[in-house]
């Protein structure tokens, strides 16, 4: 068989089409840069190259169609089936063909772009897009390909072979599996997963054309069934996606009347869920109502006042919103760290002045709730942690009647059984290690610094290096970290990825050794929440992942997977705090806010009762 | 004995829950010109298909030229010729450049050959395909089956859609180039009357199975006609070689198949003044096997 032959032909009987498709990808581009020409700019093309590119994928189906079409008919395929010819050699050729015809009439909007002079100006990121296109017009063209050499229709088989692309890409995503994360695994990095995945369908769309080919297999189709099936496979889609959203259900929804507005914030308060700072949360029969908390009026604490001499400051306390709250018999402690600083104006010689606060005190401060206040009742001088006074992280952490402080590097360990009288147990100035940051590593054994905090037991000290590893402050009232069965797991959830699962497999005196266990890939749509990533908590076994609109929850307890339990989603709304209840129902509190104009406020606050699945 | 030029055993095919074949038994001598007949729709090009490897059989077995027909398909392909039944080729192809690209495919393409056979045909090689009359797209489609000097020509319902004069243009050109030169050519055809005078063994295809084969004089020779009038008590039942029985006003019409003197003397005896005796032509032969009434003497 002599290859020239068959290649010359191909061209030959496809070469309208490349030139209407070449024609199509230049239009933008040339369009663009005349108009600048026009304007007097000189003739150059920038942002329309990468729009053509954008467009190619849909191109290169049709160039596959075509390619093929000539030799499909029936008569024809006849024809030259019927001649001494390698079937699969004449595929292939007639497939590579094409495929480099395809992506030359791609590269000319490049070369267009090169020649024009400002591709210089372009962002990485958009650079990055055109080895994309470029790999999802190879997979595109082989999915055409295969679909035309089995459908031979070239309208049905780009229709078919585009929602088979789309199906491809979006598929996955909808679907946890965890195939990403094994080919992750094979290629040592999360983000090339898509070029993987294009390339793996393109491969086997190729070498499903050859059998198609070879074996003569033929689908007859007609218009009405295949939209059927396109229709069908929508339809699937639609439910895969519904199968996410909103499946959580809420049991009620409460909108907060405007004397409760304020502080949206829930606190736990032993088994309780305080809201606003004032009012327990009660759960009856499966409706919100609201109490008094009870405090003695005879029991009238004596406040504490600011120390002297620091009148002059200003104040910041943490946890600010959240309280850190204990319960002793009938009484409500809280406790936060207030800190002073000062602010020093730094001039700038041709620059606007900067502001540098400067921090030269901080107490440990206890609270008690008495008459619907939460009056300072004791405190303790905690400045030797301001080593540099800056005030760049801190923590809090109440663990049985102890509470760990945590300015910067260094913390406090104070005996809290008596609120109204803290004593401090130990002191430890910049032996806290620098974080480390998110995990990229997957497959190597990786250590955490221990607290090097005594006199608690290891497990809490565990659940206290991992959280501030990882969250430092919110570690008030949230982990991430899960002990069961005394195995020991943490999770991480990264901004459009994925959630994983760490395993403790040891620790030592100075550190905590961990390895990635499994990982669960967000869906599409939990991609889209995960834009605006918030909480990520653990509690009786449940991950609770919450962002802007979206609160997710998974199962991390029963088999070596993450298992999502439930979806819920409200748009327009906004989640401000997040209290899983004693009876294991979710209490959110939620803000909806259209308020497109600021001349029309328009903001209402809710507290949701959703029944937590699983 | 010589090795048949195509060997056909028990071949069945199916399209889905429609049998098409259903045991075709069939054996082509070397050299001669084979006609295989049927009705449309009964099986011809599914056999032809299979024999060309273009298709799988359920079962059965397909030699062609002492190849395989689904195990060495390539090399069937270098050894045959074949032309389908309104053969369609590449239209945006000049007829020069269709005949260069299909010997591109045979290694033992002959260009002088091919060439020569082009002039005979007189095909203008500068002229699309698609602009071809339909007379002229049958003689490049022949010459594209010709051009590597094939051993065996397939040839399936090469005429179609040709008119009359086309047709025996095409036919003459046939019988020139392939019956000199000791070439095996299966020609399979609905029309009879075009197979009739080239065709040296017929083969009747009817509802997947073959009915009859032969050398086509021999079918001439035993399948007879007679027309007599018939006594009140004959008992056309008796004869086991009835292939269709026919009322003519008062007389019967019988045709009769392996007809011999013994045969003859019992159509006698069951006539009241004798019998006219007739030879049938292809066409006759055809329809006395493919909707001949056999023996009801009350539908004759």
Known sequence: ?????????????????????????????????????????????????????????????????????????????????????????????????????????????????????????????????????????????????????????????????????????????????????????????????????????????????????????????????????????????????????????????????????????????????????????????????????????????????????????????????????????????????????????????????????????????????????????????????????????????????????????????????????????????????????????????????????????????????????????????????????????????????????????????ENIYCKLSTARPFTILEHMSSVYLGRVFVKNGKLYFSSKNTLLVFDIRSGDKIRKLGHFIRMDYSIQDIAVLDDDNILLCMRWDRNLSNYDSSEKNFLCLLKNPG | MTEPAIKIEGLHFSYGKKHVLKGVDLEVPKGSIFGFIGRNGTGKTTTIKTMLGLQKPSSGKCIVGGFDSFTQTLEIRKRIGFMAEDQQMYGWMKVGRIIKWVAGFYPDWDYKFSAELAEILRLPMNVKVKALSKGQNSSLALLLALGHRPDIVILDDPTLGLDPIARKDFLRHVIDLLQSNSVTVFFSSHLLYEIEPVADYIAILDNGVIIKAGKTEELREKIRRFILKPKPDADFGRLASVLDILKLADNISLAIEDCDESKKAEIKTMSSNGYQETALNLDEIFEAYVIGNRGDLHRA
């Open chain 1, 1 to 509: 068989m002599k290859i020239q032959g068959i290649i010359h032909q191909q061209i030959c009987q496809f070469k309208w089409h490349l030139l209407a498709c070449f024609g199509l990808i230049m239009v933008l581009p040339i369009e663009e840069a005349l108009v600048n020409f026009k304007d007097g700019l000189g003739f150059r093309c920038g942002s329309m190259v990468l729009v053509s590119i954008m467009f190619s994928p849909l191109l290169a189906g049709l160039i596959a169609c075509a390619n093929v079409q000539g030799d499909m008919d029936q008569k024809l395929y006849i024809f030259w089936r019927s001649k001494p010819a390698g079937i699969k050699l004449l595929v292939s050729l007639k497939f590579f063909v094409g495929l480099t015809a395809s992506l030359i009439i791609m590269t000319c909007p490049l070369i267009f772009w090169l020649l024009s002079g400002n591709i210089i100006d372009t962002n990485s990121d958009i650079l990055y897009s055109i080895p994309l296109s470029a790999l999802l017009s190879i997979m595109t063209y082989s999915l055409c390909f295969g679909c035309n050499v089995l459908i031979r229709s070239t309208a049905r088989a780009w229709l078919v072979g585009m929602l088979l692309a789309g199906f491809c890409l979006i598929l996955p995503f909808i679907l946890p599996l965890n195939y990403r994360d094994f080919v992750s695994d094979v290629i040592f990095g999360s983000r090339v997963y898509y070029p993987v995945i294009m390339l793996i369908i393109s491969a086997a769309a190729f070498v499903f054309a050859l059998f198609a080919a070879q074996y003569d297999w033929h689908l007859k189709t007609n218009l009405k069934g295949l939209l059927w099936v396109a229709g069908g496979l929508v339809f699937v889609l639609l439910m895969l996606f519904s199968s996410q959203v909103a499946n959580i259900k809420v049991l009620q929804e409460l909108e907060i009347e405007p004397f409760m507005l304020g502080r949206n914030d829930l606190d736990y308060a032993g088994d309780k869920v305080i809201f606003q700072e004032h009012n327990y949360v009660d759960i009856d029969n499966n409706k919100i109502s609201f109490s008094n908390i009870d405090s003695n009026p005879d029991d009238i604490a004596v406040p504490i006042t600011r120390p002297e001499g620091l009148e002059e400051y200003h104040t910041r306390d943490y946890p600010g919103r959240d309280k850190l709250i204990k319960v002793v018999g009938d009484n409500l402690y809280s406790f936060s760290i207030l800190a002073y600083f000062s602010r020093e104006r730094i001039d700038r010689e041709g620059k606007p002045p900067l502001n540098r606060d400067i921090y030269e005190h901080a107490y440990l401060r206890s609270y008690k709730y008495t008459v619907n206040r939460w009056i300072p009742i004791c405190e303790i001088d905690i400045s030797e942690c301001l080593t540099d006074h800056s005030y760049s992280q801190i923590a809090l952490r109440l663990i049985d009647n102890k509470i760990i402080a945590i300015i910067n590097n260094s913390f406090v360990l104070i005996d809290a059984t008596n609120p109204e009288e803290l004593k401090r147990l130990d002191t430890k100035l910049d032996v806290l290690k620098r974080p480390m940051g998110y995990i990229q590593e997957r497959r190597k054994e990786f250590s955490i610094p221990l607290v090097p905090v005594e006199g608690i037991d290891i497990e809490d000290r565990i659940k206290l290096s991992i959280d501030l590893n990882y969250q430092y402050e919110g570690i008030d009232e949230r982990s991430i970290v899960d002990i069961h069965d005394e195995k020991i797991s943490f999770f991480l959830a990264s901004y459009y990825d994925d959630i994983r699962r760490f395993d403790v497999t040891g620790w030592d005196s």
